[in-house]
């Protein structure tokens, strides 16, 4: 059986979201962030080198990376669900986004997180230094950066409904995650109609309300 290695408030709640919508029977082992460094807790080593999050485990198969788990999943165990048919432009598209979510998309989010830290975190003598430093390096190249991935997102929703085509789909799941980050770190559902019916479609989805009943709270989960 397939067990999730699932850390609070993170990206494996995706994976959670997967097996759910494919009906596939998984256990579920919690991790809990350290609440100071909100790190992931020294215990996932144990599962995989990196300790990082997601992680699942099919037997003595260790797999992670999210992308890699949702390509895998779908490919072992989807039978044709969650992925356009092979040789299509859909299936294109749904290859792009599965990639690009993890590829493109999260760095800049990743930076907005860490420049917003960093003055809190600095020492009280170069505080104002950091901040300084913090602040340009978010206007000047982090948030034009984070304004043309949210209008590209707004652009291609504008295409279809879904990410790949007319139908939801696994590259729908894996773009959730940055949407959802975006929403609450920088802004993205300001002036975008279809990013915010998009995340209105998901949030109601069965699958979405039942794999956060299992994964427990979800900071992005509004």
């Known amino acids: 059986m397939l067990?999730?290695?699932?850390?609070?408030?993170?990206?494996s709640q995706r994976v959670l979201w997967l097996l759910e919508e494919l009906g596939l029977p998984y256990e579920i082992r919690h991790y809990q962030r350290d609440p100071k460094t909100m790190l992931a807790p020294p215990e996932l080593k144990a599962i995989h080198p990196l300790g990082k999050s997601p992680v699942i485990t099919d037997g003595?198969?260790?797999l992670a990376e999210t992308g890699a788990i949702v390509e895998t999943v779908v490919e072992t165990y989807g039978g044709g669900r969650l992925r356009?048919?092979?040789?299509?432009?859909?299936?294109?598209?749904?290859?792009?986004w599965l990639h690009y979510a993890e590829g493109s998309a999260m760095p800049p989010l990743l930076m907005k997180l860490v420049f917003g830290v960093l003055p809190q975190r600095a020492p009280l003598l170069v505080k104002p230094i950091v901040n300084g430093i913090a602040n340009t390096a978010q206007k000047s190249f982090v948030d034009p950066q984070l304004k043309a991935h949210f209008d590209y997102w707004e652009a291609e929703l504008?295409?279809?409904?879904?990410?790949?085509?007319?139908?939801?789909?696994?590259?729908?799941?894996?773009m959730s995650f940055p949407i959802e980050?975006?929403?609450s770190r920088g802004g993205a559902l300001e002036g975008r109609p279809?990013?915010?019916?998009?995340l209105h479609r998901i949030h109601n989805?069965?699958?979405?309300?039942?794999?956060?009943?299992?994964?427990?709270?979800?900071?992005?989960?509004?």
Do not use: C
Not at 160 to 167: I, L
Not at 194 to 198: D, H, N, P
């Open 3 to 11: 067990t999730v290695h699932h850390l609070n408030n993170s990206r």
């Open 158 to 174: 504008g295409r279809s409904e879904w990410f790949a085509g007319s139908e939801f789909s696994a590259a729908d799941i894996m």
């Open 60 to 62: 003595a198969v260790v």
């Open 205 to 222: 989805r069965p699958a979405y309300r039942a794999a956060l009943e299992k994964g427990g709270p979800y900071a992005y989960a509004e």
């Open 181 to 183: 980050a975006g929403a």
């Open 194 to 198: 279809k990013l915010t019916a998009f």
């Open 84 to 96: 356009p048919a092979a040789g299509t432009p859909d299936r294109q598209r749904w290859t792009y």
